[in-house]
């Protein structure tokens, strides 16, 4: 199954669980950019605000043709919500994509109603979801995590 991992992060813990599932996978691997600044304090407070607003935002031109692959892994972190980045990449490529997984880092709790959100934005019911604590990626847990999570992928 020829596999894409398509993440956002904003502070680098979403990219590191994106290449540890493409490094396991031995899947390509694309980060969604944001064309608006979201470093510093300020960008999270904006970011949280656009996440709950359920803005979208613009975003660079991916290089991956989506056609090309059988699953897509979306990945980002939970800014209440959504970040908008993810919001305004599923909007502009639902109808390039066949099958989803997703996964999500978080400081705290909600991924629930982000993965339910993503379900509904991309017409596609996951065939699998992680969740992923910051404390899980600091002590090096979210390895195991992802091994379980591929896994499930698998048939």
Not at 30 to 37: G, Q, T, V, Y
Not at 63 to 68: A, E, G, N, T
Not at 75 to 81: A, E, L, T
Request: glycine content about 8%.
């Amino acid at each position: 199954m020829k596999t894409l991992c398509v993440y956002y992060s904003r502070t680098g813990n979403t990219r590191k669980v994106a290449e540890e599932i493409a490094t396991i996978l031995h899947s390509e691997i694309e980060e969604i950019i944001d064309k608006k600044n979201r470093s510093g304090v300020m960008g999270w407070i904006l970011g949280g605000r656009d996440g709950m607003g359920k803005k979208l935002t613009k975003i660079e031109k991916i290089k991956s043709d989506l056609l090309v692959y059988d699953l897509i892994i979306l990945g980002c972190p939970i800014w209440v919500s959504l970040p908008p980045a993810m919001r305004a990449f599923i909007k502009e490529q639902k109808q390039n994509v066949k099958k989803v997984a997703f996964f999500c880092t978080m400081g705290g709790s909600g991924y629930q109603n982000m993965f339910q959100e993503m379900e509904l934005l991309s017409e596609r019911a996951p065939i699998a979801t992680i969740a992923i604590t910051d404390k899980e990626i600091q002590t090096g847990k979210y390895k195991s995590i992802v091994a379980e999570f591929i896994k499930e992928m698998k048939p």
